[in-house]
């Protein structure tokens, strides 16, 4: 749990978000290393998570929130391309429909928890409300203030209930690389669908995010759901630190493939038995 | 609101359900004015019922709980004939399937919460995951214990967030009166259809059950969901009190119809030139 601790973001330490790195030079000096660190890592994690998914008894949740650009998509697709689809499913919260406005903040959201043994990826989540919904003042203060209370028993109704692990990751990001990102996307054609005139007005509203990360890193970050700070400016660190804590997680979890549910003595031998006659019938015929 | 209050199970003045009445003489005196009364209280439920529904700001959701042949069925047909069947729906929660077993017990009922502007009525619900897995320990004392106060978080999540009022009933019912309601489902034949052995098993946990229901009572009977013992030992007049508590309560919440989204003025304004041109051409053609 080395690298988890290292980043797991602890109310109690009074961390200022703008104090915290958005690179670790040290780890991002070698590329190729990482590079291949990291396809054991994803390894690891497919043979955990193929573990938890035939045990049956817990399942994990795994939180994905930053500001655009700083590798939502990217972890995702870097990190996972080792585990099962079995068991394993990412949901994208995009803006909430007029059905799911018309319910709690949490409703939609509960209905894509994890079931016992699954592992859960949510790409944005109910964390847009108290982030988005208060740079945009798309609800009062009066009500995002509520639900970081509600948020902390929600994902508490899941340890409690299911065992279900969640883990919360915010992806650093410094404003200069989000820009040199942004740029990126400009000339990469291979990239230039990803941009949108909505990334550059966000832009404008840096700060009052940063703002609503903080509070929100400090109010819901709980033993039973911790939030991880992983520097995000350079893309394969990035992407190993958060199969590092993953992997980290789901060894702590230690999963077991379930005791058979046949009397393995009692196969056994009725497997001998039907040898010993199978034996018979031979020698009958020769 | 006298009914409401009259009923409401107050954990604060320590009610134990062995002193409450299952029956109220002096209201079952008179059936044949109970009936016509209890037609008034429906339609006064329907009107408050469309009210809130074209409001759509707030929403209800009305929770039924007892021991069987209380009458949880015959009261959701009696009282609620008259409401639309726009914006109001039943849900019967039975065993759980084993999708549902997978996650957290509350999963399944945030699934059919009401939206803003309904009308839910759960038969069963939630609570039999604090009395059937308690009396037959399906869970440990251990989980179980831990539901009331998840319970009331997620109670609290639906008042806070979507203006959703939670009242729940208790039939409270002796068991002379389930017993005679029971052979009355052996000799009438149109009740057949409702026997099961199953009954008179559980009628051996009766004890278990009402110690189960009065801690629940006790623990999760809130002032933003309280729970309400109605006497249920007479049909009609456990009817008329759960209608008047639900009229009560619908008229507390006060719902209003919605402004006109269009500026009448402008509208009566047009309409008043369509009839000047509709004039003048008429009399053109004269």
Redesign the interface.
Known sequence: MKTAKKYMFNPGNVSKLSDLPTLDHELAKDPAHNKKLLAKVASEIGELQWTLYAE?KQSLLVVFQALDAAGKDGVIRHVLDEVSPQGVTTVSFKQPSS?EK??????RV??R?P???EFTIFNRSHYEDVLVARVHELVPKA?WK?RFE?IN??E???A???NTRVIKFYLHMSPDVQLARFKDRLTDESKNWKITEADYNEREYWDKYIEAFQETLDRTSTSHAPWFVVPADDKISRNLLVAQIIRDTLKDMNPQYPSPAADLNAVRARYHEAEIKAKATRQKKA
């Not at 018309?102 to 409703?107: G, N, S, V, Y």
């Open positions: 049956k059905n018309e319910r709690d903040f949490l409703w509960h209905l928890t079931a016992r043994g009500v509520k509600l028993q929600f508490n109704l899941l409690q209930e299911c």
